[in-house]
């Protein structure tokens, strides 16, 4: 009678839906559905925008809006996640892609389509062999450092199409320069209009909804309406285009975009093609996941839910893959949507069904109404979107805390501007590991000593403590491994060549969870070398995983000391000698 149990787990941890599922109701649904129409009327300008910052086709940035939130509603943990294209991501699109084909062609749409089936790929791999914790190795701030310059590189990316001129370049360098030379192209019916929409948008951000809520109307209201403003600019510069032929004058818009449901396509699998983009894929994958779980886990936090990151994974590949399929391209869990989301009332991930309704009706009957639409309403929405997104306080306050940390966002924000996203973005993966093996190859490590009157042991440096000449205490607070293995065995060897008449070096392990072979080979020399200079070697406060491993070796047989129980046994063990075989027989038995 178990196995029905045991199936519907196992079933409801691959798919979650089939968890909220059991409790949904009217009242969830109705929250649902407000949350869809909120989201829909922000999604809506959003995805043509990201579509163009990809350089790709605008509807594609709808496609990629309708079969990917249906996919993380059915495998996705994240009750309030809103999964889409993003600006980050679009902006490495286009960069992975545009070395492979021509902005506007058949084979760059075909390319990013591929780029979104290889980012699935990768993600359900990293999420069947439940591999999310390798996310843990990139460095928060150096990731900060990468979204903010990246944020700068995009806003900067867009003046073209607010200037109304011709510019290109994959780093700053690179798009100012090019900006500067055709500055002289301006159109300036399009820098109107860019500018315009700019600032309203940025009036609309922080000033609309007080109006609103000033002239009376309620709170629910007032915000829909005020996530409605990127509409808003999107129908009026419309409608202005096309009541005054501004196109006839020199304004960029966006053209024909087809109607009707999104086209079943499929990816590439040219092998010369997936080498070029795997390292891509890659990188879009790793940041995604790190940008959407972060998010994820902010907002499940405030309602005290959970979100599972491996399944996180499987979810987002599924996205992708669902992107691919339906002539879209990378996606991942947005910041702002998904705040949106969660503030609009979303109860379930069914909120992004919901939505998936609303983009497909827009992608039915609205899309001739997009002919005339500006570019530079597009490119307004994205500046003002990611302008968020930066944060150069994240220089100054890595270099109060943290100058190693500092010289790694510093280098990601250096070089990410300077020399374009995909090195920037590799650099940020290199220096967040490199970053955490330089940390831990140095252990904090910490001669303590008995504070009186208790049985706690602290650093001799920090408090007023009590030692003995004879034995010296070292509390190493990092795991043992090979990177730091060289380490620990010069800090002894460096504390024991004194003319103290040392007798005993005590390993207190209490913060060791791990200790491996190359750490084990060192211990094993400290003994031997402390051994010859007539010094016994002894542990404490060993977990019991660590110990379960170290039986396994001749180590414990070869050590010249014991192995204590606490560390305050094996101070009064080793000061006393007549009850040293008492207490060792004793934390001998408890070991066991």
């Known amino acids: ?43 809506i300008p959003q995805s043509l925008a990201y579509a163009l910052l990809a350089g790709l086709p605008a509807e594609m940035g709808l496609y990629a809006s309708i079969l990917p939130l249906v996919a993380y509603a059915i495998f996705g943990t994240s009750r309030a996640l809103a999964v889409g294209p993003v600006a980050v991501v679009s902006l490495m699109t286009a960069a992975a892609v545009g070395n492979l084909a021509l902005q506007g062609t058949a084979e760059y749409a075909a390319a990013a389509i591929t780029l979104a089936f290889i980012s699935g790929v990768i993600l359900l791999v990293l999420g069947i062999f439940r591999l999310g914790f390798l996310a843990n190795f990139l460095s928060h701030p150096v990731i900060a450092g990468f979204i903010t310059a990246s944020g700068v590189l995009i806003a900067t990316s867009q003046l073209k199409h607010i200037f109304g001129i011709d510019a290109h370049g994959h780093n700053l360098v690179e798009i100012v320069t090019s900006l500067f030379e055709n500055q002289h192209l301006t159109n300036p019916i399009t820098l109107f209009i860019g500018l315009t929409t700019t600032a309203f948008l940025f009036w609309v951000r922080k000033g609309l909804k007080p109006l609103l809520l000033g002239f009376g109307l309620k709170p629910r209201l007032a915000d829909i309406l005020a996530k409605a403003g990127p509409v808003a600019a999107v129908v009026v510069t419309t409608l202005v285009t096309w009541i005054f032929g501004l196109a006839g004058h020199g304004v960029k818009i966006v053209g024909e975009v087809p109607m009707g449901l999104p086209p079943l396509t499929l990816p590439s699998f040219d092998g010369e093609i997936w080498s070029s983009l795997f390292v891509s894929a890659l990188l879009i994958s790793i940041i995604g996941f790190v940008e959407s779980v972060s998010v994820a886990q902010t907002l499940a936090a405030k309602k005290r839910q959970r979100i599972t990151p491996d399944q996180e994974l499987v979810g987002l590949g599924a996205s992708n893959i669902a992107a691919a399929v339906s002539g879209g391209y990378p996606v991942t869990g947005g910041f702002a949507r998904s705040v949106v989301n969660f503030d609009a009332g979303a109860e379930t991930p069914a909120a992004g069904a919901f939505t998936a309704v609303g983009i497909l009706f827009a992608a039915l009957l609205l899309t001739p109404l997009l002919f005339f639409l500006p570019k530079a309403t597009l490119a307004a929405t994205i ?21 190693v940390d500092f010289a790694a966002v510093a280098a990601t924000i250096f070089l990410t501007l300077g020399f374009g996203v995909e090195i920037g973005v590799s650099t940020g993966v290199a220096l967040s590991v490199l970053l955490f093996l330089y940390k831990t190859s140095r252990p904090h490590v910490a001669e303590v000593g008995l504070v009186p009157g208790t049985q706690h042991f602290r650093n001799i440096l ?22 730091n293995a060289r380490f620990l065995e010069d800090y002894v060897y460096d504390r024991v060549a004194c003319d103290e008449p040392i007798k005993h070096v005590v390993l207190q392990c209490s913060a060791v969870n791990e200790i491996d072979m190359s750490a084990l080979e060192s211990l094993e020399a400290i003994n031997h070398r402390l051994h010859d200079a007539g010094i016994k070697l002894h542990m404490s406060e060993v977990k019991g995983p660590v110990m379960d491993r170290l039986k396994r070796s001749h180590f414990l047989e070869e050590m010249t000391g014991e192995v204590f129980l606490s560390q305050y046994d094996a101070l009064v063990a080793l000061t006393r000698p007549d009850l040293a075989g008492d207490i060792a027989h004793e934390d001998k038995n408890a070991a066991e």
């Open 1 to 43: 009678m178990r196995l029905p149990s045991l199936t519907r787990a196992s079933l409801e941890r691959h798919l979650p839906i089939l968890e909220w599922s059991k409790t949904y109701d009217k009242d969830t649904l109705t929250s649902d559905v407000v949350a869809a129409v909120i989201v829909t009327i922000m999604l």
């Open 383 to 403: 500046i003002v979107a990611v302008l968020s997104l930066v944060d150069f306080s994240i220089l100054s306050r890595t270099w109060k805390y943290s100058k």
């Open 462 to 483: 920090r408090h007023d403590v009590q030692t003995n000449p004879n034995v010296v205490t070292l509390r190493i607070d990092e795991s043992l491994y090979f990177a």
